[in-house]
């Protein structure tokens, strides 16, 4: 045994000197670089080991919600093609689905290039609770601040600067209500610095428009992409890249002005939430591949699975590679006010990020529209906008054009 032993004691002898040799001849920073390497080489396997136990779980994850999925996948049909041959007059049900006469047209009224103070325009908006009197648009900027446009709504007078607000922060988002504060209306914008702004917008004689920062609160740890108001039950909902979407009840009187009310967790970032006025909140979040619309007045901490819009291709088998940027529900008719809550229709365009739009009716889950035409990816920011009669669907493209659709999806 002594024997067998020596020939290996020797070799490991040889190579505890060699090893020495080579020590002596590095330099005290040699020596100290290549000691941190070594543990960065240690740090890296860990990592790795790491990331190999995450790989397994997730497919675990991924296979379990593939299977708890199937079935009532396989009982929705497929995507945009509804059951029109059980019920023919589906689509005529629907009302504002009807086509367009071709006529509609974008034009170019007017440009505001120093809109706000020359910074990109992030974010803007009608306010529609005043009286028919002035038109008013309020847009948000990338140096922290609102300015209000208004001309008169008789005659084609250009827009005028008739207020703004510095908020602090660039603003990604805004909201209004009317009702919540006597005589005036309450804009929400969202903030890059996860701040909530709450500014009072009034009218003064001979249609002077004040503004009036009544406080900024921090809400989120991260940027706020989206905001929605319920004017009915006095409600702001807010989306945040911090995975989160957040409840608030306004006290017109409290301090602070804006309360939690529910707080839900989502998979990825917030990209948009909408109001609906059957007492549901739609989300959005990246990596999700389904809308959610969670029930407002229940208290639970996620909605039922039979509360989500799954966005999904083909025979509704798999989860589509998009994401949903934006959504509007589809309007009211034009006596419908502001104070009268959110829309109640049942249709709502979704602007994605991977060149298609679609048209949902949330009462079936169906996928009744598909429009398509503009570019936008992974680095665009889409917007839709339903016309007020509810033929045309509008939207940018990442190609710097505005695009039109009519509801019969002709470009």
Known sequence: RRRRKRPLREARLKEIALLCNMSERLTSDEREELLALRKRVAALESR???LEAECDLLAVENARLRQSEAPDAQNLPAAGQGDDQEDPDYEKKLGLLTPGDGRHRLQLKQALPTACGGANVVCA???????ASVKLIVAGGANGSIVVFGREARGDSAYQMMAEAALGAPVLSLAEANGWLPGAVVLLAGLMDGKMAVVECRKGQDDEISLEVLGVSPLHRKYITCVDVHVQAKLVATGSYDKTVVLWRFEPDGEPLLTEVRRFLHAGSVEAVSFHNRGTLFVAARGESKLLSYP?????DGPPEDFSIPLWEGKWESPVNLNVMHMQLQP????HTATEGPSNKPLIAIATDASRHFIYDVRSNRRVRTLTGHDADG???PRVAWHPSGQYVTSNSQLGTVCTWEASERL
């Open 48 to 50: 790795v080991q790491q």
């Open 125 to 131: 908006r009608f306010i529609e609770s005043f009286d």
């Open 296 to 300: 407002i007045e229940e208290e639970r």
């Open 332 to 335: 009211q008719p034009e006596t």
């Open 379 to 381: 680095f665009a920011n």
